[in-house]
């Protein structure tokens, strides 16, 4: 499957043009139970051609489903019982992310078209891309697949080793072979029906660079996250490799170094170019985030909700096209007494995360306006001008809902709030007593255990200024470089640090003319598949933003993620 991301370049897959098989075989050691063929002896690779069935019982085959059948797109590599290691390009579409759900696996499988009785399929629960995957020039380009079901091992499914820690620095590969298999266009420009299998040299990063600069320049990661491989001649990965790995042999058992991730385009024929360089994710960098998300497979969810964040709504559905009434049942409003009045008025937003707990933005609890006290949090509300509020659920049923409105037992506001000035902006409240969740419009939304790739994040809540202030509305929101949010910001003297626990982002539909932010603590979120179920997830909530109206403003966001252990431990030690 073509990916043109980038002007010729291949989000690529494995071909292999030209492959043979030759050499010594030595014979499997039983000391390890990772990266040990079953069938077939130990062997190097020379040269190409097709491969032995059960050469590779750590390859795997990643399809897409479509209406009608399914498609294969990429390669990947079996790493324990539960994962399958692939690019994080060949899970994305047009920049948005796949939901788990268009996945199939194929496990044991040699000959494409014409699968054995060797051959097992299987369904994804989740797919984890790397937080920091760039569509623009494909860095870490690493994901996972999580199955339905735990993997079977057999003599044709196994998995690959990870490489040591000990050994991670390149130059123990630099100039070496490694093994590359996968069922990417031939020498025909034609799919392979047979995996191929071939040897590609490391080549080290300036040789890379001096070979095409206009283009390594912008793929090559200034971190070393990822390193070059080829031969320069016409064995090369191509179209329907990526995602599979590079293999070498270490101590009698195989180990993935690297997954094929981005190549060059022919001029002439707008496909892979065999001659040219070949960009590979480097797993050493990577070991640490691999760990991760291994230890946390089985919880997605920190605080074990099981009705957190339903959208019942099918993930081909364009987040602009859901209906807004019910859509974000979390969204709250901080109710604020008028002192010696009656009188309440709503000045933040807020996230419900749990049936006794809001999110919110720490300053809006800090006591600093006049006359106002923080009271109580408002559930459920759509439309400030009526109530109840009356419209259709997703299927169609024609619904009237009344808000909740219950009174604040305590405020946690984070230790360090505004330490430095302007970060740790936010704060818990503890409700009296449980929210009903039982109703349509009052939902708590889920919290990740660890951070989730995504480009684009809704934003929902009521906006402080600007037209329709009474009634909820949403924007979709863009993530912004770092560097350029910081710059901004500093001409108000004001210093972020936006690489943690601050997020900035640009609104997908706002324009000069309409000039609006968002209440303080409104839910920035995104959707994931989480045990066959779209979810939403809670990424970030409004801080502040630029007071000033021009296009090309960020506003700022704090970054739940940061705050994970805190919320979890304070949550928990309440409830």
Known sequence: MKHNV??????????????????????????????????????????????????????????????????????????????????????????????????????????RSYPTENTVIYEVVEVIRHDAFSSNNLQNDIALLRTEEDITYSDYIQPVCLWPVEKSDLNSVLNTPGAVVGWGLGDAYKPEEILQEAELSVVDYAT???????????????????????????????????????????????????????????????????????????????????????????????LNLGNCGLDVHNSTVEETAKPLFLQYPWTAMLEFQVQGTPTIQTICNGALIHPRFVVTAGHCVEGSVRRLKLKSVRLGEYNLKTSPDKGKSADGETL?????????????????????RYDNNIALLKLKYPADTSRPNVKPICLPTLEDYNELYTISGWRRVGLQTHIQVRDMVILEDAEKCKDIYKEMKINLNPESSQLCGTYYHKSMKDCFHFMSGAPLQYVKNADRRNRYFLKGTFAFGYPKCQQNYTDVFTNINAYLQWIASTVNGEV
Request: proline content about 4%; some cysteine; overall charge positive.
């Open 6 to 111: 980038m002007t010729r370049v291949i989000p690529v897959a494995i071909l292999l043009l030209l492959i043979t098989l030759e050499g010594d075989y030595g014979a499997a050691a039983n000391t390890v139970s990772c990266g040990q063929r079953q069938l077939t002896a130990q062997g190097y690779i020379f040269g190409g051609k097709a491969a032995l069935e059960a050469n590779w019982p750590w390859h795997a085959a990643i399809y897409r489903k479509l209406a009608k059948g399914e498609e294969y797109i990429c390669g990947g590599t079996i790493i324990s019982e539960n994962f399958v290691l692939t690019a994080a390009h060949c899970t994305v579409s047009f920049r948005s992310p796949l939901s788990a759900d268009n996945f199939l696996v194929k496990l044991g499988l040699h000959n």
């Open 400 to 420: 009237s809902t009344t808000i909740q409105s219950i009174d604040i037992e305590k405020v946690f506001r984070h230790p360090q709030f505004n330490t430095p």
């Open 208 to 302: 890379c660079l001096k070979s095409k600069p206009e283009h390594f320049s912008k793929l090559l990661s200034k971190e070393k996250s990822n390193y070059c491989a080829g031969n320069q001649n016409m064995t090369n990965v191509c179209d329907g490799d990526s995602g599979g790995g590079m293999y070498f042999i270490i101590d009698n058992a195989w180990y993935i170094r690297g997954l094929v991730s981005a190549g060059v385009r022919s001029e002439r024929k707008g496909r892979c170019d065999p001659r040219q360089f070949v960009t590979f994710s480097d797993i050493p960098y990577y070991l640490k985030w691999l760990t991760k998300h291994q230890e946390h497979a089985k919880k997605r969810n920190l």
